[in-house]
Nanobody, 126 residues
Framework: QVQFVESGGGLVQPGGSLRLSCVAS????????IGWFRQAPGKEREGVSC????????YYADSVKGRFTISRDNAKKTVYLQMNSLKPEDTAVYYC???????????????????WGQGTQVIVSS
């Protein structure tokens, strides 16, 4: 079973940037579509972005479209989430997980993903 470790979170001012990394161990990363989710205090976990087995297949939530970019390096077993123009409402714990599908679909349902990492905290504040 694949396992993930997220890193790259931290404290950043509004308008700043962070790059999150999600490193896989176990099965080869390229078997799966990989998703990034986030969960803010008191809120449900929500899908942020997904990348399918081919780099051309990606999904972004409307709230991050144009600001976040997802990419993958299968050789390094790593998926990245480049986050630019960060806003206070982006503050959350960010998680990566493997989809049960090989492609990203229009809606990221939590139940379609598994092998969750421990998360990395992102705080956007001045």
């Amino acid at each position: 079973q694949v396992q993930f470790v997220e890193s790259g979170g931290g404290l950043v001012q509004p308008g700043g940037s962070l790059r999150l990394s999600c490193v896989a161990s176990g099965y080869a990363l390229d078997y799966y579509a990989i998703g990034w989710f986030r969960q803010a205090p008191g809120k449900e976990r929500e899908g942020v972005s997904c990348i399918g087995r081919s780099d051309g297949n990606t999904y972004y939530a409307d709230s991050v479209k144009g600001r976040f970019t997802i990419s993958r390096d299968n050789a390094k077993k790593t998926v990245y989430l480049q986050m630019n123009s960060l806003k206070p409402e982006d503050t959350a714990v960010y998680y990566c997980a493997a989809s049960r599908f090989s492609v990203c679909i229009a809606t990221m349902y939590v139940n379609d993903f598994g092998s969750w990492g421990q998360g990395t905290q992102v705080i956007v504040s001045s």
